[in-house]
């Protein structure tokens, strides 16, 4: 049971990374997602492009934008708009 276990865990801990278009990758989430008419999705500035892993990279993207459209306030039968930008830090050295 348990090299099972350490089996599935080193499989799973595996990433396949490969250069990634964050742009086109958050556009199909959100086309996935398909939100409510009176939630407005927008990004607002160019998305990196970076070495991830694409499976993971689509979960996180999916799990940000459908947490804030559910936690968004739609009671109120106005519109939202949900705004994805990206800001780079600059790196310091120490």
């Known amino acids: ?3 099972l276990v350490e089996v599935n865990s080193s499989t799973f801990l595996r990433e396949k990374k490969e250069r990634l278009n964050l742009n086109l990758l958050v556009k199909d989430v959100i086309d996935n997602i398909t939100p409510l008419d009176r939630i ?4 607002e ?3 990196p492009d970076v070495l ?3 499976v993971r990279m689509e979960q996180v993207f999916q799990n940000l934008i459908g947490n804030a ?6 009671e ?3 519109g939202s ?3 994805i930008q990206c800001f780079r830090k600059k790196r310091r050295k120490i």
């Open 1 to 3: 049971m348990r090299l």
């Open 40 to 43: 407005k999705i927008t990004i």
């Open 45 to 47: 500035n160019e998305l």
């Open 52 to 54: 991830r892993d694409s």
């Open 69 to 74: 459209i559910k936690f968004m306030d739609k």
């Open 76 to 78: 109120r039968g106005r």
């Open 81 to 83: 708009i949900l705004e």
